[in-house]
Structure formats: C-alpha cells, structure tokens
C-alpha cells in the first residue's frame, strides 16, 4: 500500500566509519521499501566497503570522486543533491560532522550536503571519546540548529573493544524516520486523527482482570498508516506489549472508564475518531482490594455493571466516526446495526471463528459497511487494511469540508 518511501530518491552518504559495513543492510532495507537510493562514499569509507558493493544493492552508480569525468556524479558534482527528496549521512564519523557544520565540501557527501534542499538524516558513529569531545558536541548542535535530523548514536560495543556511546543507530529506527520525514508532504498532512486500540481490562481484584482476546495490533496498523499518509495521529491503548510507533502521541488507557475519558479528552480537535479497541461491555461492580481467595469455595459470584459505550456517546457533526465489530454471528446484519444505532460513518466488521484467527495475526479478512452499502475485503494485511480505512475516511473528511 501507500508506504511514504515507496519511489523517492534517497542520497546514502556513507563514511569512513567501522560501521560503514551496516550502510550496506540500510541501502538493501531501503530498496526493499521501494526507494531509488544513490550511494555517495567519502575515501575512508572505500578503503571499508566496496562502492560495487551499493552498486548491486541499490543498482545505480556510486558517487565517490568529485573529478572522475567517467562517473555520473563527475559529470555534475551537485547532480544528485538535485534529485533526491531526503539525504541520510550512515555512518557520519566526527570528521565529516565537523566538515558539514563549517561547510567543506571536499567529498561526493560533504557537497551533496552543502547543495541539497531536501531533508537531512545524520546518524553519528564514533568513538565515544571523540563523540563526547566538545568539539564535537558543537558540531552536532550546529547542525541540530539547521535541522538536521539527528539519530543516535548509542550505547553498545564500541570496534575499539570498549562499551559506551558511539554504537550507530540501528536500520529500522533510522526508516522509521526517514518515513516520517517523507510523509510529512502526505495526503492526510493537516488532519488530526484519534486510533484507539487493544484490548481493556477491567481489574478484578489488585492481580486479576477481566479482559478479551484483542491484541491492539489493528488499531496500531491503523494509526501507522495514517502517520504514513501524514496525518497527526494519537493513539490511545491499553496495549503495553506492542512498540510504540514513531511520530504517534501514544496514551495508554488500560480500562473502559480510561479509555473513555482520553477518547473525549483527544477528540476535541480531531477530525476523525478510528476506535479499533475492543472496549469491555462490562466491568466488576466492585473490585476487590485483596485477592480474592478460592479455599472454601467452589463458585465464584460476581456482579457486573454496564460500561459506558464510548463511541456512541461521543457526538459532533463534523466528525467522523469509525467502529468496528467482531461478531460470531449475522456479521453483516449486526453491523449494520451498529452503523446506525451509534451513528457511525464507517463500519469494519470481521467475522469470528476458526477461518479468521483475527486476534494477534498480522493479517484480517473484514467488510467496510456505511449508509452506500457493503464492500466484502479478501484476507489482507492488516496495515493495509489501515490504508483502505484512511482512503474512506479521506472522503469523508472531503466531502464535510
């Protein structure tokens, strides 16, 4: 689906550091994220890695010499500081910070630097000596001043032998926000959208809760895919075991009465509320400050009061409002229900039963239902799924405005 790197141009600037090495996973994870990207190497980092090496990952030609007429980027030094829509320097040692806080361009990266007006992504990786110096402390800051998007580095097995700060940032944090950077210029950028998520758990006693089989991972697919097309997006959960999602104001809310007061807390500005949380019907009259024993007893009574239905009492003309619903039975029927009952836009219902293990799995198979009618969906992923969520709520959100 929409994945925000999918066809940009990335310029990998790639220096002399040890962990020069790992330029070549990233290369590799961005092509794979569909990016074009174009490797430039300082000389430092030619003597660590091969150039034919990111010339077979990323199958275009490495920039590594300001003046060889033969390459592409001899031809015109500045020639892809031109094209690319976002810069990412990894490894950057603390010679190459210094040349790019000072504006040296003396190397395939340190000049695309200077020339580019696209975004920038620095990761750090050194010696923790040389990172702590003040020199280079300075440095970072003058370039935190010019935006520059710093990350890491971290504390880790150092090449020296040692541990301590100076580890380089690993691939996936770094995609993670090359993605935001990129999505900022998406097609939801300026909406404001609330994604709740997981399971609740309503405390029995101070050890026990009573809570459902939902996992969060929909509403988490959901809230990332909107941070993908560029929307501000707050996540409210009761998910603790899922990673937080880079660029998502992410609230925890662990019981339906929580739930209920962040929801109308984040609401007040949204323009769409997704609730993906499977919200408890029910919760204990009253909890138990002990625990509550089984010797002598062989039944266990409990008394249990109505929660508040949370999508049905949130109210706004402008809106819009997404449920779900997981049924065992009359899926089409009962959502329909709820549709109109709770004065929904959107309904995502998905069956449940042993063809559909919904709770935990990376994929789901549901049915959009709104006034128009139905639309049956095959067994996707559910970050796509997210995706489809946001395309009607687009419209949606169009046709209010």
């Not at 794979?32 to 980092?45: D, I, K």
């Not at 490495?62 to 690319?84: F, N, Q, R």
């Not at 150092?158 to 996936?172: H, K, P, V, Y």
């Not at 929660?307 to 997404?322: F, H, P, R, W, Y």
Request: glycine share 6%; aromatic share 4%; charged share 20%.
């Amino acid at each position: 689906m929409k994945n925000p790197l999918k066809n940009c141009s990335i310029g990998l600037g790639v220096t002399g550091s040890i962990a020069s090495y790992k330029a070549l996973d990233l290369a590799s994870k961005l092509v794979q994220q569909g990016a074009s990207v174009h490797a430039l190497m300082t000389g430092g980092a030619t003597k660590i890695v091969t150039p034919l090496a990111f010339t077979a990952i990323t199958h275009n030609s490495v920039g590594v010499d300001l003046y060889d007429p033969s390459s592409d980027i001899g031809m015109d030094h500045v020639s892809v500081a031109k094209t690319i829509n976002l810069l990412i320097i990894a490894p950057a040692t603390a010679n190459t910070i210094a040349k790019m806080a000072f504006g040296i361009a003396d190397n395939p990266v340190t000049t695309t630097y200077l020339a580019t007006e696209s975004p920038v992504i620095l990761v750090p990786a050194m010696d923790g000596n040389m990172y702590s110096n003040k020199a280079t402390q300075t440095n970072l800051n003058i370039l935190k001043d010019r935006e520059v998007k710093i990350i890491g580095p971290y504390k880790g097995h150092l090449a020296s032998g040692l541990q301590g700060i100076g580890r380089m940032a690993e691939t996936n944090e770094i995609i993670e926000h090359a993605k935001l950077i990129i999505a900022q210029n998406g097609d939801m950028a300026n909406y404001k959208i609330v994604v709740t998520a997981g399971g609740t758990k309503e405390p029995l006693d101070p050890i026990r809760v009573i809570t459902n089989r939902s996992s969060g991972k929909m509403g988490f697919a959901i809230a990332e895919a909107a941070r993908d097309r560029g929307a501000s997006v707050t996540l409210i959960t009761s998910s603790i075991e899922l990673p937080n999602i880079l660029g998502v104001d992410t609230v925890i809310a662990k019981t339906a009465d929580e739930m209920a007061t962040q929801t109308k807390l984040h609401i007040k500005k949204a323009d769409a509320i997704i609730m993906a949380a499977a919200i408890s019907d029910w919760k204990p009259t009253v909890a138990s400050l002990e625990k509550i024993k089984k010797v002598g007893a062989n039944t266990l009574n409990l008394e249990l009061t109505k929660t508040e239905d949370v999508i049905a009492s949130i109210n706004g003309s402008e809106l819009i409002k997404v449920g779900f619903a997981a049924e065992t039975e009359n899926l089409v029927q009962n959502a329909k229900i709820k549709l109109k009952e709770k004065n929904l836009d959107l309904v995502v219902a998905n069956q449940i039963n042993q063809e559909n293990p919904v709770f935990g799995a990376e994929t789901n198979k549901v049915v959009f239902i709104d006034k128009h009618g139905e639309e049956d969906l095959p067994e996707i992923p559910k970050y796509d799924i997210g995706h489809l969520i946001i395309d009607r709520l687009k419209t949606m959100v169009n046709k209010n405005a």
